[in-house]
């Protein structure tokens, strides 16, 4: 790689490093983001040839971009047909795919040593400020982590195992466990006995426990907890991180009605419930935390706003930034307004570092409401790994176009 990259990414790690978990310097941080991801577009324009033809079709270069708003966004559905790397194909050792049903070509998204060291670096230092902020008990040993996914060496392509077996490594007691498994069929079944084993053993031993999951797994092990006519009363300071969602692969459940569940069925409080937002295409993850809620687990710690009664906000680290795009104008859509989430993920040194997802949001003055994907969008998402059968394909004239680079 050259000294370009390695020089960017020594800098972004030190961005990263002392930004977190800070409010007090946002405009200087801006500020560097800013900077930060020109550079980083410069970089991108130069090395990662579909990219540039795409940039160059929008007349979008680093001459005539001056602000990291205007850099052009990349649809997903491109990494579905094109090799969007500034990696040498010699260098590529890793590669993400994005989950979805058979029938769909996967998104790709690839690494070597270095790409990973910074996606790592983004990942554990974004986790430990939320997922682990305002006092999450890690004892010297760690803490246990229930894992619902099958471990690393049985999904080697997926990032989110990469991003569970990551945070195992380094926060996670010798015990933590994957519970998942990758069937005969390529999807992913639970192991849900041993999954309540490991719940009963984290509470005799009064042991707080970090439970990682999809929103379809958790509905599978509650399904299981409620057959079997099981609670528990986890210990305090137990938390539940859920990503992903339905994608019409199980009963679907408004996330309400699934924490509420999970705080019944599992003794935790729903201030002590999560969820995360990431995609295989970017290397950053964005959290929210139930609004109102008092004591830990509120988000405070992070200096987070709370909006008492209102909607659960994600937010990224400092070192990506969202816009909500208006589809009918192409602009950020106004406070209050929905749209198109639109990511600036500066992690994403190796790839692109702007990404156009088809996810919808709702613009808020701090933060986005994630709504999910249009109706018409392909399924995708963690969730569908864990699916029996495919859905039947939609018809051609609902597909999603595909990409092509002018």
Not at 85 to 96: A, I
């Amino acid at each position: 790689m050259t000294p370009d990259f390695s020089d960017f990414t020594a800098r972004l790690r030190r961005f990263i490093s002392r930004s977190a978990g800070r409010r007090s310097a946002e405009a200087g941080r801006a500020e560097e983001f800013a900077g930060l991801a020109l550079e980083l577009f410069a970089l991108q324009m130069a090395h990662n040839v579909p990219y540039r033809r795409f940039g160059e079709a929008r007349c979008a270069t680093p001459l005539t971009v001056t602000d990291w708003r205007q850099i052009p966004a990349l649809p997903t559905s491109a990494f579905k047909e094109l090799e969007i790397s500034c990696l040498p194909f010699t260098e590529r050792t890793v590669v993400f795919h994005s989950s979805g049903t058979t029938a769909q070509r996967p998104s790709r998204h690839f690494h070597n040593a270095e790409s990973l060291a910074v996606y790592e670096a983004s990942l554990l230092t974004g986790f430990r400020a939320t997922v682990l902020a305002d006092g999450f008990p890690l004892c010297p040993t760690g803490s246990p982590l229930v894992c619902l996914t099958p471990p690393a060496d049985q999904a080697p392509h997926s990032s989110l195992v990469h991003m569970f077996e990551t945070v195992r490594r380094a926060f996670g007691a010798a015990d933590s466990v994957f519970v998942g498994r990758v069937a005969p069929d390529g999807g992913w079944e639970l192991d849900l006995a041993l999954a309540t084993r490991r719940l009963e053993e984290a509470t005799e031993e009064k042991r707080p426990v970090l439970l990682l999951g999809t929103a379809f797994s958790l509905v599978h092990l509650l399904d299981h907890l409620e057959a079997a006519g099981r609670w528990f009363a986890l210990p305090a300071g137990s938390r539940v991180m859920e990503t992903g969602g339905y994608k019409g692969r199980s009963r679907s459940l408004p996330k309400p009605a699934l924490h509420a569940l999970l705080a019944e069925r599992l003794g935790v409080p729903p201030a002590e419930i999560l969820c995360e937002y990431g995609m295989s295409e970017l290397s950053s993850q964005a959290y929210d935390r139930a609004p109102g809620e008092v004591g830990p687990g509120t988000g405070e710690a992070r200096g987070w706003p709370r909006s008492p009664g209102g909607p659960r906000l994600f937010h990224f680290p400092p070192w990506a930034r969202t816009q909500v795009i208006s589809p009918e104008t192409g602009r950020e859509a106004g406070v209050g307004d929905t749209g198109l989430l639109r990511v600036f993920d500066l992690a994403n040194v190796f790839s692109v570092l702007a990404i156009q997802t088809e996810d919808l949001a709702i613009r808020r003055a701090d933060g986005f409401e994630l709504l999910g994907r249009p109706v018409l969008a392909e399924p995708r998402g963690c969730s569908l790994m864990a699916a029996e059968e495919p859905p039947p394909p939609a018809p051609a004239r609902l597909r999603a176009p595909r990409f092509a680079v002018a």
